[in-house]
């Protein structure tokens, strides 16, 4: 009985000096391959922002507005938000190489589960971006338009096009990552069928006046208005 | 040329007929079958007047006219019987004509860039572009804009007409204070509908590696004239005649105007700055005739709408002007806003500021350029509604006297504009 323990136990220890000694020298492989994809990561990051740098996209950027966006969300500048996306997609990918050497099958899924929704999620970040990017701009030419035009609520105009951007790359980016596929889409649904039929009641009942005007005008069976007189001629 | 530029073979083989000339004339043109006749005919009094010995040659640029245009210009002819002016005089060369299209819509950048380069190929010494839409043109007018070039040796010559008080008040309030206390030559009419021009100077702007740019497509007459005025080009302008005002809704807006006009403007700052941020003093531009002669008949103008597209324009575009604006200029133009019709006034000080970081802010591309540009029309509106009030009982006397003030505001600030340029 008592030789049976102290095999066991030497057995026990046998086995775990093997582990240490097969462990070990992976973990520091693991370490090492970590290291360097930091390195790697770190040299790739000040590359790609020196590309970005020479290649203006941060005033194309500020022109387009999506500086304006990303100084409100207390963000860096898109260069500098690339270049660090890329620094943590290279040093990721040497990460999960890291700890496929490691040889744990369990945890090796886990991360690749991981990995396998980032393109997804990163696609999701581009859309929902790109949104933002496309409503702000939007936005502000149908406010330019209307104030110069004259056109009462220009703010409200300004706004309905800005929320209904964002309320549709919002649902992209969802259903893109594939939360709540059919909920995402009815909720969409609802919500922009609704807006549409505000809408469609607001001006039906506030625009009937005037869309009675536009059609009296149009076809010649009212007077117009007398003349207020004119703006002067520019040139 | 640094940019290829495709003429149609057929263009090409008309100006290879033609040979060398002396003088050309342009005629940018589209749909303008009812009127073109006319002008060919003006041109072609102005020849046989002025320039009987010269070899001349008419071009008209079509954009792809539908109601005959081109058919018109080649066959309108002035009945050789008939003498010009009463004084029996006929050219004593053959005025060559060629019509050409350069394209399937109308484009101004297009037009005087197929004008050029005809003005090149024919190695011509004195241009001149006319529109056919003015409809009192005379054979003065051409005249006047070709002899400075071909007798005194200038190299381009603005026009300058007899206009109503009212009329042209974006290049009396910002194209023309701005451009002269910038560039240092004050050319009345930057975006001007005739213009006359050297062979010399056709041939260096058809050198630029411009004429792909959108922001030149609409007024490349501004930047023409500022090119002139940048390349040490002699420039001067000659009095025409009167400028007869274009019948309500037929001219550009006013949002569209100040988008083609400023745009252009801005756009010239920020190519030539190598020019104007080195130069020294402001030079007096000479010029044939009075510099500027105004009418003043009481004018149907509806200046409380101008106010209340201010006012709401500077309530509504808070955040964008914020984004423009410095912080003190915003908040007097706010408080400006802020008063009753009678009170607001836009002083000159003020508008020459809004306008510095307008263009400042321009070149740093705080915004979308063309969002920029757009919300500068309400400030522009409230500046023209305290323009329209104290000028109600002005005589052309008062109101030149006004500009030159401006003016001189202009060049007060013009080291304002440099520091915010160069920040």
Redesign the interface.
Known sequence: MKVMILQGLSQAYDNLVHMIAIFVPRFAVMLIIVVVGWLVALVLRYVFRAILHVSRLD?IS????AS?VLRKAALPSISELLSRALFWVVWLGFMVLGVSVLGIPELHEQIARVFQLLPQIFIAILILFFGVLASN?LS??A???S????HRS??VWSASIRFVILILAFSMALEQIGLANQTVISAFSIVFGTAMLALAIAFGLGGRHLARHALEQYFGSRKTEP????????? | MAEEILLADDFVRQLMSVGEVDILVGIPSFNNAATIGRTVLAVEQSFQQGFARQRVALVNADGGSEDGTREVVMSTRADKSSTVGGRGLTSLRTEQRVVTQYGNEPSAGLALRTILAAADLLRAKACAVISPATSNLTTAWITNLLEPIYRDNFDFVAPLYNRHK??????RNLLYPMSRSVFGHGIREL?PSELGFSGRLASHCLGQNVWHQEDIQDAPEIWMALTAISSDFRCCQAFLGTKE??A?GT?????T??RQ?VGSLFWCLDTQENYWLQRAQPEALRSFGPESDLTCEP????????Y??FR??VQ??GP?LQ?ILAAETMGEIQRVAAQDEEKCRFSGELWARTLFEFAASHRH?????D?MI??L??LYRGR?YSF?VEHQDSTAKEMEADTENLCVEFEKQRPYLVERWKA
């Open positions: 005033r500020e022109e387009a507005g304006q701009f502000r030419a406010l330019l338009a104030v110069n035009a004259g220009p703010r003349d207020k007189g004119e703006e002067p001629s520019p040139l | 009212y009329d042209g008040l974006l290049a975006h005002r274009a309500a001219g550009p807006d006013i949002v105007a100040v006009n004018m149907n103008l509806n200046r409380q709408r101008i209340e597209l709401s324009g509504d575009l964008i984004s591309a705080v915004l979308n350029r969002h757009q919300a029309v309400p023209i329209l």
